[in-house]
């Protein structure tokens, strides 16, 4: 029987690729240097004779080349999830993101956490790419398509539960992990200006935004996954896992409750928040919560207005704008 490997976090090894090699940033249906390189970790860390008997690459559209490694170890089967990224990549503000980066996310504070992430295997270096594998996921159904609001509510206690566990890997300063404060926040103000002119942010004010930004980075900060929508939440034999961290940081856990319960109506988010409150602090929610809630949308929506044109259609704009202005007018100056 294999033994347990969350258990313990291998050290990073280095690929040493093929002659044939691809490019870093080609994507080829043929993963090469770093299936060898899981196949050579997995047999030095269980001591035993490894060959893969299964590869499979993702073949929809993303940002990441990805896919499945089932490895053979005497009989055993281990099965892998991976993805394999540049070790160094940079969002629109500058912030690192990434495969790099989430394979650092994972090392520091993710495999630390025990509860709503999948067990890390372990991170291959080979020249300038990465490859991060965790553990493949039985049976996973986007939590989008669960049963609703039951798959939200298990989704937000467990949300609640890593936010809790975080805050003792936070007060250890992890290595890397960068922060969601007011001064990332003002670049995504910045880009967002430098997109649609400041005269698209005239009736809500500029200077009451960086007010809502000061308001939330003052809460209490914890591991935030960045980019906490269902679409990166996935549920395996009942139980939420979040995925796709290539976007976290250290922050105010009400972003990621914002992000989760996005256009839910308002009776489903404040059960929502009662039970996120309940689950990490012990009690209901206070208004402090209920403020950096709002400020939370109000980051998030910002940080949509200042990403990549390619991605927006104008109607989705307008309607941001609208939710903007909306969950900014609700937040009077204290």
């Not at 080349?65 to 170890?73: H, K, T, V, Y």
């Not at 005269?199 to 809460?219: C, N, Q």
């Not at 809630?293 to 941001?320: H, I, K, M, N, Q």
Request: charged share 25%; with cysteine; net charge negative.
């Amino acid at each position: 029987m294999l033994p347990a490997y969350s258990d313990q976090v291998p050290r990073q090894q280095d690929g040493g690729r093929p002659a044939s090699g691809e490019r870093a940033g080609e994507r080829d249906a043929t993963p090469e240097w770093w299936i060898a390189s899981l196949v050579r970790l997995a047999s030095e860390r269980f001591g035993l004779t490894a060959r893969p008997v299964a590869v499979e690459a993702n073949a929809s559209e993303s940002r990441w080349r990805s896919g499945l490694l089932d490895i053979e170890c005497d009989g055993e089967l281990l099965s892998l999830f991976w993805k394999v990224g540049n070790r160094s990549s940079r969002d629109r503000v500058g912030r690192a993101d990434g495969v790099g980066y989430e394979a650092a996310v994972y090392e520091h504070a993710l495999s630390h956490l025990g509860i709503g992430v999948a067990p890390l295997f372990g991170v291959v270096h080979d020249g300038e790419e990465v490859c991060l594998a965790i553990a493949r996921l039985d049976r996973p159904l986007k939590a989008s398509m669960a049963p609703q609001p039951e798959s939200l509510r298990s989704a937000v206690r467990t949300l609640a539960s890593i936010h809790a566990r975080a805050e003792a890997v936070v007060a250890g300063g992890p290595e890397g992990l960068q922060p969601f404060d007011a001064w990332r926040s003002r670049d995504w103000l910045s880009s967002a200006i430098d997109l649609h002119g400041t005269e698209a942010f005239e009736d809500i004010g500029i200077h009451r935004i960086l007010e809502v930004f000061d308001e939330l980075a003052a809460g209490p900060w914890t591991l935030v996954h960045g980019d906490c929508y269902p679409a990166n939440v996935l549920v395996t034999q009942g139980v939420p896992v979040f995925v796709d961290w290539e976007t976290a940081g250290i922050g105010p856990g009400e972003l990621d409750l914002a992000a989760l319960t996005e256009r839910w109506p308002d009776d489903v988010v404040a059960d929502c928040l009662d039970r996120y409150c309940s689950e990490r602090w012990g009690g209901p929610a206070r208004r402090s919560v209920v403020r950096r809630l709002a400020a939370a949308r109000c980051f998030l929506y910002v940080r949509w207005l200042g990403g990549s044109p390619s991605l927006r259609r104008p109607s989705a704009t307008e309607d941001a704008f609208r939710r903007l202005a909306r969950v900014t007018g609700t937040l009077a100056p204290r």
